[in-house]
């Protein structure tokens, strides 16, 4: 016997929530292979200065958001159909599989608050170290060259926060492009760069992560209210 009354109205409450749960899902998955593959940020993480590698912290928080994507879509379907097959061992597994979604979302949005300065700083001392190469001739010098200027072509940018290490590359073409010293009146220093870079695509995931907690906040309410009414129905 199926349910009757208010709570068929959940019923399909839940299942409208759910689809869109899954269509975050998807949507989060998109954004993440977008960050992921972005021509900017793979530009830069993947540069090499000797034997050290460019910081790979964001890239970590970049496949936790794939994961959360594909495991949502996944969870979102589950939701769906123990919804419209009114089974409560599937709304059961739905609702377990959403709390530990949600306690990972949790503990993935304080990892991301503690670290979402440190990405960007990382980013910027491999920078410095690279400049500070390319400036003073080292025996890595031309790994460094390439290094720093892939940096400036890729943020539009020239030099950092440091003045002895700003001034020096605008007149330097081997680093910075004919139209550095326009850029260094203009603020576009790589420090300030980077900080945009970052921030700006945290702000973005930042976004998506509280949507998709206030879904699944409403989601857990409605299923545990489903399962009671099924329960109930079943009864009578």
């Known amino acids: 016997m199926g349910v009757e009354g208010c709570t068929k109205c959940i019923k399909y409450l839940l299942f409208v929530f759910n689809f869109i ?7 989060i998955l998109g954004v993440a292979l977008w960050l ?28 936790i958001l794939i994961a959360v994507g594909a495991v949502m879509m996944f969870v979102g379907f589950l939701g769906c159909y123990g919804a419209i097959q009114e089974s409560q061992c599937l709304l059961g597994t739905f ?18 608050f503690v ?20 400036l003073m001739g080292e025996p890595d010098s031309n790994n460094a060259k390439a290094v720093v200027k892939t940096f400036h072509e890729t943020l539009d940018c020239c030099g950092s926060d440091i003045v002895s290490a700003t001034f020096t590359p605008v007149w330097r073409d081997d680093l910075c ?3 550095a010293l326009k850029s260094f009146f203009q603020n576009a220093n790589c420090h300030k760069k980077i900080d945009e870079l970052f921030s700006g695509k945290l702000y973005l ?3 998506a992560a509280v949507v998709v907690a206030v879904i699944m906040i409403f989601e857990m309410i409605l299923s545990m209210v489903l ?9 009578y």
């Open 177 to 179: 492009r004919k139209d």
């Open 95 to 112: 609702f377990t599989c959403l709390v530990i979604l949600f306690a990972c979302e949790v503990a993935a949005g304080i990892w991301g």
């Open 205 to 207: 995931i930042g976004i």
């Open 115 to 134: 670290n979402k300065d440190q990405i960007a700083k990382d980013v910027k001392q491999f920078y410095d170290q690279a400049l500070q190469q390319a």
């Open 227 to 235: 399962c009671c009414g099924i329960r109930n129905s079943s009864v």
């Open 21 to 27: 749960f899954w269509l975050a899902g998807g949507i």
């Open 36 to 63: 992921r593959h972005d021509s900017q940020t793979t530009n830069i993480l993947y540069l090499q200065l000797g034997d050290k590698q460019a910081p790979n912290t964001f890239y970590v928080g970049i496949y």
